[in-house]
């Protein structure tokens, strides 16, 4: 079992940057790949990142050189920073647990509770 808490939303202006982090607890959390996700109002969830064990990312494209996915194996933590935001970046932004690098969430096993992202235009 991992559980996982995001914290690090908020309401932000165009433009502006955000921290999202992921704290994970129960089993090795450097077993996992792990991952990010967002879901807006009316839409499906959809990939943001992920990084694997040994440190290969991925990510979607409408986020490509504007986010960074990172961790921190010593402190169990999942790091999503996020430059430039945009209105359309508005979404719950949940981080995931799972076996294999994957843009589909259901190769995640675990998942948070999710942690709202505004950014206002």
């Known amino acids: 079992q991992v559980q996982l808490v995001e914290s690090g939303g908020g309401l932000v202006q165009t433009g502006g940057s955000l921290r999202l982090s992921c704290a994970a607890s129960?089993?090795?959390?450097?077993?996992?790949?792990m991952g990010w996700f967002r879901q807006a109002p009316g839409k499906e969830r959809e990939f943001v990142a992920a990084?694997?064990?040994?440190?290969?990312?991925s990510y979607a494209d409408s986020v490509k050189g504007r986010f960074t996915i990172s961790g921190d194996n010593a402190k169990r933590t999942l790091y999503l920073q996020m430059n430039s935001l945009k209105p359309e970046d508005t979404a719950v932004y949940y981080c995931?647990?799972?076996?294999?690098?994957?843009?589909?969430?259901?190769?995640?096993?675990?998942w948070g509770q999710g942690t709202q992202v505004t950014v206002s235009s």
């Open positions: 129960g089993r090795t959390f450097s077993m996992y790949v």
């Open positions: 995931a647990a799972g076996i294999g690098i994957s843009a589909y969430g259901s190769s995640y096993d675990y």
């Open positions: 990084i694997d064990s040994g440190g290969i990312t």
